[in-house]
């Protein structure tokens, strides 16, 4: 990294921590924005700074709002990430990270488990099991349709979520006693039980975050093109395999628990290019601090702007996010 | 010493047959030019070079086998300089060059102080220097053109291979790029196959021509040997007159059929 990427780094990395801070403290139960760091500092033997967290506001804090906002923050950081590696390997800047099917599948796998009567803990399973699904169909598809290029696979993307989107529609309109249930879950929430959710997405997170970032020097060899990368050496066809694998398990593991978060994929790596430049050693590991930001405050939105109620979160990311992107790329002259 | 042979290689693509019994010898540190009109092959048989392309016949590097070489044991064999560069938006010079360390850097790694020394090295000889912060999109067509001859070059390779580099170039800066290849030809004893369109220039820069028509060989030999009126105005179907002058070397001029009848 260039000093000027470590700066955007440290940036980003005090952000989130800032809106980790302020997220946990928001909401009914009001608690001082330093309460989570005074109050472990406090378990210290010792040590007392000011008045300890009453016992409600301490479960408030690590068993509601702690698991809650450190789950926007690695759905929000994969999500990014994901974004970022997708429009590295198709080198198309509306690469998303529901590009080739899994928000389709998903949300068929998720409707089917609330149609069923499942519970919630087999929802996160089916719409796991659905978002795979649906991205192997996709991949099978496009091998057989085209061979290598990379048009063929986003091609039969589309049609597959098409198909899978169509299933899924005709499934809700014959159970439309399910219907708010499933409208909810596919604009996306992240309401959590504990810090099970964190720890069932953790290990994806990690996993498919580290393989993306260790591809970061390869996806800036692609921006020359499949043809150029492959004289200086790269086998192109590979990395965009191991690349879109990651990415696409990352994504289904984070949708499964926080349903269909739309725009985040989007919206921040290109933010990031805009502002840090276009190297992925400087894009990915932003996004991922950048992108767990802009979805804890927007979770910080959704939950306060309506309250006591609670807005989806993806209706939040995009109406605010929306605009915001549109300001940003008005103001900034490169292109992509 | 990286002599590079081609034996009968023959190309089909989409089910038809672009290259066929293609047999040359290229010496080591010798220039070969493939010239030829539009779709004789000149780019496929660089192609098949790189490996880009599947080929029967064989391609060897001093005896050895090209063909089977991982691909970044091949990048560190043959460097290419293609006919139409991209140019990544936001790069600067500096990370597009060390883009030719690719073949040198672990798969999970990143670049060294040897790749640094290399590339800086290569940004100095190249007359990039103080361009390096710049975005490649900001350099002038024979800037750019000298950074992806540096880029080539960081790969160290013995064999390099042109694909009409000076196509987006204009008189004096197409210029200025050729004698800089064969500048580093000669201090780097470089094996260089390119595909020409332009006969004069193709002349005055290489040891020897090939001159191919529908994927096959019909000349091979010294720019006087292949460069004949009576070849260039068949196989290209124009009406040319070739003027061979010791201060000049040989000139393939196109005549208008109208103004050599009138003469």
Partial sequence: MTASQRRWFVAALGLLTVTLLVGVTVGPAGLPWHAPVTDLLNRLPNVQIGDRLTEQQSAILWQLRMPRVVLGALVGGM???????????????????YLLGVAAGAGLGATLAIVGGAGVAVLPVAAFAGGVAGVGATYALGRTAGGRGTHSMILAGVAVAAFLTAVQTYVQQQNTD?????????????LTAGW?????????????????VMHRRLLDVLSVGSAEAGTLGVQVARVRLIVVLAATLGTAAVVSVSGLIGFVGIVVPHLVRMLAGTSYRVILAVSFLGGGAFLVVADMIARTIAAPAELPVGVITAFVGAPFFVLVLRRSRRAW | MSTLTTEHVAVDLLGKRVLEDVSLTVRSGSWLTLVGPNGAGKTTLLRAITGAVDYGG???LDGDPLRGLRERERARTVAVVPQMPVRPEGMTVQDYVLLGRTPYVPYFGVESAEDLAVTGELIGSLDLRGLEARPVTSLSGGEFQRAVLARALAQQAPVLLLDEPTSSLDLGHAQQVLELVDDLRRQRDLTVVAALHDLTTAAQYSDRLALLVAGEVVAEGTPADVLTEELVSRCYGASVRVVSDPDTGIVVMPVRSSIGSES
């Fill in chain 2, 58 to 60: 064989q391609i060897e």
């Fill in chain 1, 196 to 212: 099970s959710e964190v720890l069932t997405v953790l290990p994806y997170v990690i996993a498919a975050t580290a393989v993306i």
């Fill in chain 1, 178 to 190: 399910v219907l708010r249930q499933v409208y909810g879950w596919i604009l996306g929430r992240l």
């Fill in chain 1, 79 to 97: 999500l990014a990430v994901a974004g970022a590696g997708y429009q590295g390997v198709f080198r198309n800047p509306l690469a998303d990270p």
